[in-house]
C-alpha cells in the first residue's frame, strides 16, 4: 500500500507559500504520486513508475479540479494495472485509439459523410431541410453513438419524440433517411475498422411506426372541369398568370417546374420541353410533349416576356421567378379556395387519362415523372413511351379545348 504524505491543509498551505509568478514546487504522497503545484492557484497531479527498467511519467489530472482523494483513486488504479502486468501508458493509447474509432465511426459521422455524398442530387434547400432534420430530431441521441452498436430499440426511441408531438410524416421521413444512413454505412462496412452494420435497425422497425394520414391536394370533381377553365379565361389578374395555369393544367407538371422554366427549355418547332434534372423531383432529365394548343400558349406568353429568360418571371425582379404562391392565390380569386389547388391539376389530368380516355397506365405514370418502383426499369431508356405520351398529351389538350370559352378580342 501506498503511504500517503499529503493533506488539503497541506497542499493549500504550499500554494500559499509560493511568491514569484514562475514560482512551483513538487508534493510528494507516495507510491509515485505527486503533485505539482504553480503559483497561479493551479497543479498537475503526476504518476511516476518503472516499466521493463524505464521510469514512466503519466499525468492524472489538474489541481484543484481533481482533488486529493480523486488523484489518489486514480493513482491505486493505476498500481492495480502494474500488478496484473499491464502498462498503465499502453493502456491509455488503447483507450484513446478506441474513443477515436468511437467517433470515427459515429453515426453522425457517418450520416454527415452520405449526406455529402447525395449532396449534388437535392436541391440546395431540400439539402438543407435533410441535415437539418438529422441535426434536430437524431443528433443527439445517436450522434455519438458508434453506428455499429446501434440496435432498432435506440431507433425508436430517436423517433419517438415526433410522433409523441403527431408530426407522423416528418417521423416517417426521417426514419428513410436513418435507415439510408445505415444502408451507406453497410456499403462501407470493412473499411477502417467498420464491421457488423449487416443489420439496417432502422429498417427492421418500419413496421412498428404509425402510418401518417394520406395527405390528399384539394381538387374538384370531373363534372366542374368546364367551371375551372372559364374561371382561369375571365381571370383578371396578370396575362402570365391566367397563361401559366392554363400551361399549368395542359402539361399537369409539378407546380416548381413551371415557376422555375426558362425559354432555352422549349423547342417550340419540335415541339418538346426538357426539364433539366436539378429540378426534378426524381433528378432525372424529363420530356413533356407540348401539343399544338400549349404550342399556341407558349408563343402568347413569349410576347410578354420577349426580354427574359424565365417564362414567367417576376413583376419587380425579371431574374426571379413568380413566386410559389401566385398560382393558388389567383385561384383563391376566383373562386376556388379549399376545392383546388395548383398542384393537384396532375390528379385531374391523371384521373382523366386513367378512366375515360384509358390511356397506358405507364405512360401516364411516365409523364407525371413517378418513379417505378423497378430501379432497372426506371434506369431504362428514358424517352420510354415518348410516342405514346405525345397523342396522349394531344388528346389531353383536346379534352381541355373542347371545354375553353373562346376569347373574343
Not at 473499411?191 to 394520414?213: E, F, Q, S, W, Y
Not at 387519362?353 to 384509358?358: F, G
Request: charge should be positive.
Amino acid at each position: 500500500m501506498a503511504t500517503n504524505l499529503l493533506t488539503d491543509a497541506g497542499i493549500r498551505r504550499a500554494f500559499r507559500a509560493l511568491t514569484t509568478a514562475s514560482e512551483q514546487t513538487r508534493l510528494n504522497d507516495g507510491g509515485g504520486l505527486s503533485l505539482i503545484a504553480r503559483a497561479d492557484g493551479t497543479g498537475l497531479w503526476r504518476f511516476r513508475y518503472v516499466w521493463e527498467r524505464k521510469e514512466q511519467l503519466l499525468s492524472v489530472g489538474k489541481w484543484p479540479y481533481v482533488g486529493l482523494a480523486m488523484a489518489r483513486a486514480e493513482r491505486d488504479a493505476l498500481r492495480t494495472e502494474l500488478a496484473q502486468k499491464v502498462n498503465p501508458a499502453r493502456q491509455r493509447v488503447k483507450e484513446r485509439r478506441a474513443v477515436d474509432l468511437d467517433h470515427e465511426h459515429s453515426f453522425e459521422r457517418i450520416a454527415r459523410m452520405w449526406h455529402a455524398a447525395r449532396a449534388n442530387r437535392w436541391t440546395a434547400k431540400h439539402r438543407d431541410q435533410v441535415l437539418r432534420s438529422l441535426e434536430t430530431n437524431v443528433f443527439p441521441s445517436l450522434g455519438a453513438r458508434r453506428i455499429n452498436r446501434i440496435v432498432p430499440r435506440d431507433v425508436l426511441n430517436a423517433l419517438q419524440p415526433m410522433i409523441d408531438r403527431g408530426a407522423l410524416e416528418l417521423a416517417a421521413r426521417v426514419r428513410q433517411r436513418v435507415s439510408e444512413v445505415f444502408e451507406f454505412a453497410c456499403v462501407l462496412e470493412g473499411l477502417d475498422g467498420l464491421d457488423n452494420v449487416a443489420v439496417n435497425p432502422a429498417l427492421r422497425i418500419h413496421k412498428l411506426m404509425p402510418t401518417p394520414p394520406k395527405r390528399h391536394y384539394a381538387s374538384i370533381a370531373p363534372d366542374e372541369l368546364p367551371g375551372l377553365l372559364e374561371a382561369i379565361q375571365g381571370y383578371r389578374g396578370r396575362t402570365t398568370t391566367k397563361l401559366g395555369l392554363m400551361i399549368l393544367l395542359h402539361t399537369f407538371v409539378r407546380p416548381g417546374e413551371l415557376r422555375f422554366a426558362q425559354w432555352s427549355e422549349f423547342d417550340l418547332d419540335r415541339q418538346l420541353w426538357r426539364i433539366p434534372a436539378v429540378r426534378m423531383k426524381m433528378r432525372r432529365v424529363h420530356l413533356v410533349p407540348l401539343s399544338p394548343e400549349v404550342v399556341a400558349l407558349l408563343r402568347e406568353l413569349r410576347t410578354l416576356t420577349i426580354d427574359c429568360e424565365l417564362l414567367l418571371p417576376g413583376v419587380f425582379r425579371p431574374t426571379i421567378p413568380i413566386s410559389d404562391n401566385t398560382f393558388n392565390k389567383a385561384l383563391r380569386i376566383m373562386g376556388f379556395q379549399g376545392r383546388q389547388v395548383a398542384h393537384a391539376f396532375r390528379s385531374i389530368a391523371s384521373t382523366w387519362l386513367n378512366e375515360s380516355a384509358r390511356c397506358n397506365r405507364d405512360a401516364i405514370e411516365r409523364q407525371l415523372a413517378h418513379e417505378p418502383a423497378d430501379e432497372i426499369r426506371a434506369a431504362y431508356n428514358r424517352a420510354e413511351y415518348l410516342e405514346e405520351r405525345v397523342a396522349m398529351m394531344s388528346k389531353w389538350s383536346a379534352h381541355l379545348a373542347a371545354f375553353t370559352p373562346v376569347q373574343n378580342d
